[in-house]
């Protein structure tokens, strides 16, 4: 099955030919320059496991602000994912950034191999709650200049360096999104309000969906390293005149896997305590037998890390769950793997899934209830308890 994701990047240009476009692992010339477009990659049917192919074709959108009119590749990037979008079937779009070690193309694999996979358990879904909106998965990823490449110590605090100077790109794209569906609001509430009065009125479920700005929702999911870059992110989105008042609301949910980021992130605003303000629901999943975080704490002097242990303490955020995955996850020798468990694992995708239907956060049938409130552990067959369900003190 081919998969067509789409990307935006901060790396410098290797190539713009269409079909062979490829960016490296630093940044360009103006380090805040944003560039888009899309790639194909084949997946073989069936959910898959095996290290993804390579993308069949990369394309960057052409871009020329000498032009007049200008050419924006960031329009043509919103039109195509908005056709997705919009199509027949409920699709949402989910927003991800990828972690340390990760090269231009190999990071597109990675993403494709994602939507394919939740796409995949999607449809098993579907089968047994047709009543439930699950929706299809339409993948964009953020890449920023990682190393992709390890060479102990160096490359990773490179890719440190690297993913604090992403900041800028990252907190502009998050901005460019939150205008265009500002944008798509207006365009919705003008329509509506065009329309004849008893179809505003009777029909209360197109005024609700308008006021919901679309049809369709945007979710972010951060892997690894990925969850330092949206740190800084947030941190320059409260520079902009226009959020200093507080942080807007620009996903439905957000997912932070993996997380090598401290665990003290949400104690103070100079981190990710704001981050719910972004979003209706974060999801934290941690894996206690992370051996990559493990080598980051033990190796890079870093401290305690938030994918591995959980957070300090409950840091009382109304809108933030912690969801343990580690009992979902084969207890292989070589676990590295289990550091990619959101691609890689149906269960934990699973969750995403009924994440993104808008499931309460109680009725969720992959999850057991460890402590009170929204503290949870995921469990390896569903149907082995009730929803809600406690199972004891958390580990």
């Given amino acids: 099955m081919q998969e067509r994701i789409f990307f935006v990047t901060d790396r410098n240009v290797i190539s713009q030919v269409p079909g062979q476009s490829d960016f490296g692992n630093g940044h360009p010339a103006q380090p805040e320059q944003l560039r888009v477009g899309e790639a194909l990659v084949d997946i073989p049917d069936g959910y898959f496991s095996d290290d993804p192919p390579k993308p069949a074709s990369v394309t960057?959108?052409?871009?020329?602000?000498?032009a007049v009119p200008p050419i924006l590749g960031s329009e043509k990037l919103y039109r195509e994912v908005l056709d997705v979008l919009e199509g027949e079937e409920q699709t949402d779009a989910l927003f991800y950034i990828h972690g340390y070690d990760t090269a231009f193309k190999e990071g597109l694999s990675f993403v494709a191999q994602l939507q394919h996979n939740i796409n995949t358990v999607r449809s098993q879904l579907r089968a047994s709650k047709a009543n439930l909106a699950i929706p299809l998965v339409q993948a964009v990823i953020f890449s920023w200049p990682s190393e992709g490449r390890m060479f102990p110590w160096i490359s990773y605090f490179d890719d440190r360096a690297e993913a604090?100077?992403?900041?800028v790109p990252l907190a502009r794209a998050i901005g460019k999104l939150k205008s265009k569906l500002d944008e798509l609001h207006i365009d919705r509430v003008v329509s509506l309000s065009s329309a004849p009065v008893g179809a505003r009125f009777l029909d209360r479920r197109v005024a609700f969906k308008a006021e919901l700005k679309c049809d369709f929702k945007v979710h972010l999911m951060a892997q690894s390293m990925g969850n330092y870059v949206l740190r800084y992110a947030v941190q320059e989105l409260r520079k902009k005149p226009d959020f200093r008042s507080g942080l807007p609301r620009v996903f439905d949910q957000i997912f932070l896997c993996s997380a090598d980021e401290d665990t003290d992130t949400f104690d103070t605003a100079d981190k990710l305590r704001l981050l719910p303000d972004l979003a209706a629901r974060v999801t934290v999943y941690t894996n206690r037998n992370d051996r990559a975080l493990l080598i980051s704490e033990n190796t890079k002097h870093l401290s305690a890390r938030l994918g591995r242990e959980g957070p300090d303490r409950d840091p009382d955020l109304i809108k933030l769950s912690l969801v343990d995955v580690t009992g979902v996850l084969s207890a292989?020798?070589?676990?590295f793997p289990h550091h990619y468990y959101n691609r890689l694992n149906p269960i934990v995708q699973r969750?995403?899934?009924?994440?993104m239907a808008g499931q309460d956060l109680d009725l969720i049938p992959t999850r057991a209830i460890v402590t009170q409130?929204?503290?949870f552990k995921l469990i390896p067959d569903p149907?082995?308890?009730k929803a809600g369900t406690r199972t004891g003190p958390r580990p």
């Fill in 383 to 385: 149907g082995a308890r």
């Fill in 164 to 167: 604090r100077l992403s900041q």
């Fill in 332 to 335: 292989e020798k070589n676990d």
């Fill in 60 to 66: 960057a959108y052409p871009e020329d602000l000498s």
């Fill in 373 to 375: 409130p929204r503290q």
């Fill in 351 to 355: 969750d995403a899934l009924y994440c």
